[in-house]
């Protein structure tokens, strides 16, 4: 059974940081492209960041310079290092995986609230 868990939301200041973790099973999981979305109230799921599987990363435009996202094949994880939140980052955090070598798959964790409010 294939589960993605995301952790590591909460409420946090402006100008803070948090660290949001993925921890997956029943996956292979160096064969995938790890992947953060979000979803503001309201609003369609958004990108925010990827790691392929051969480490190169993107970003979307709005959390560059201030998000980090990195991979531990290891542990089968991934991470978003947020710094210099905003009120506009408030959303739900998905974990997504695509696989991008052999048959292509795609799934996604349940979320996980971030808030950022004074």
């Known amino acids: 059974q294939v589960q993605l868990v995301e952790s590591g939301g909460g409420l946090v200041q402006p100008g803070g940081s948090l660290r949001l973790s993925c921890k997956t099973s029943?996956?292979?999981?160096?064969?995938?492209?790890m992947a953060w979305y979000r979803q503001a109230s309201g609003k369609q799921r958004e990108f925010v960041a990827r790691?392929?599987?051969?480490?190169?990363?993107n970003y979307a435009d709005s959390v560059k310079g201030r998000f980090t996202i990195s991979r531990d094949n290891a542990k089968s994880t991934v991470s978003l290092q947020m710094n210099g939140l905003r009120p506009e980052d408030t959303a739900i955090y998905y974990c997504?995986?695509?696989?991008?070598?052999?048959?292509?798959?795609?799934?996604w964790g349940q979320g996980t609230q971030v808030t950022v409010s004074s």
């Open positions: 029943g996956i292979n999981y160096i064969f995938y492209d």
């Open positions: 790691v392929t599987r051969m480490g190169g990363t």
């Open positions: 997504n995986a695509i696989r991008s070598l052999g048959a292509r798959a795609e799934h």
